[in-house]
């Protein structure tokens, strides 16, 4: 019984040392030997939800040994992160939690303050992360990291002239960050700036042509400059790349039906007016 017990404590301090060697990995930057770490205790549902978050930023974040986030995992991350909440809904509040442990050590920490900020926000207290990464931003203002999640808080409080602004100055130092092009054009869009909007979607496209729901918003960008048939042509293109998709499948559909109902409206117009140009060319007695 006492060999078991001595057994058990053993495992546990195991799995300590793991995760703190990791976070320690973490915060020295070395990116792919913490995300091994990381992904050991995640594979073995140890350390959670600590063990998770780290993971998912690692996801964001381990490029070439730089912080930026990967051009092809932006919807990997986001997958990721649904999926610990929807097994845990206390994560995020563990995690700010865990960020308030870690910042008691190293106040300065910015991608500790980094999470925290991002955690705060995806429960939408806005106002408090907004006041992390205001911190974050006087420690370091050029960390790709913090231009992301803080065009992501003035997303959250409606201030897209702001993250226009934000994200096209981040864009001058990282003109392949992905992420930003999607927040600056999703800003230009709903301000109706549609032509503008489009040109981050094409980068995006022209850097990644995987991303779904970046075709998605590119189609509601050339519906609004009535651009129709090249839309249809966009919902094709998204469908290939996921035909078990009901939600492109039916705005599809949809704008098929008005495309459809707008062709005919347009025809029937031209034919009135042209009877119309046709009866008073009779009654003025030309041809």
């Not at 939800?49 to 974040?61: D, G």
């Not at 974050?136 to 602004?165: G, H, M």
């Amino acid at each position: 019984m006492d060999q078991d017990l001595c057994l058990h404590k053993e495992n546990i301090q195991q799995k300590t040392d793991q995760f703190q060697l990791a976070v320690n990995l973490f915060n020295q930057k070395k990116w792919f030997e913490a995300d091994e770490l990381f992904s050991d205790l995640v594979q073995k549902k140890q350390n959670t939800p600590y063990a998770q978050f780290y993971k998912c930023i690692l996801i964001a974040n381990v490029q070439q040994g730089q912080t930026l986030i990967y051009l092809n995992q932006v919807e990997k991350l986001i997958a990721f992160v649904e999926q610990i909440e929807k097994e845990n809904p206390q994560f995020f509040a563990q995690v700010i939690e865990h960020c308030n442990q870690e910042l008691k050590n190293d106040s300065e920490n910015i991608i500790i303050l980094c999470i925290k900020g991002i955690a705060l926000d995806i429960l939408h207290q806005f106002d408090e992360s907004e006041s992390i990464i205001n911190e974050a931003i006087k420690l370091n203002p050029q960390f790709p990291l913090i231009q992301v999640w803080r065009c992501l808080t003035l997303i959250s409080k409606k201030k897209y002239n702001e993250v226009i602004d934000v994200g096209q100055k981040a864009l001058k130092e990282h003109p392949n960050f992905v992420i930003l092009h999607h927040y600056v054009g999703i800003s230009l869009q709903i301000l109706s700036r549609s032509v503008e909007a489009l040109e981050h979607f094409e980068i995006i496209l022209q850097l990644n042509p995987n991303l779904v729901h970046i075709y998605l918003w590119k189609c509601i960008s050339l519906e609004t400059q009535n651009q129709y048939l090249k839309a249809l042509c966009c919902y094709d293109l998204a469908l290939k790349l996921d035909p078990n998709n009901s939600e492109i499948t039916n705005q599809k559909s949809k704008k098929n039906i008005n495309y459809v109902q707008r062709n005919f409206t347009i025809r029937l117009k031209y034919v009135e007016e042209s009877n119309l140009n046709l009866t008073s060319s009779n009654l003025i007695g030309i041809g």
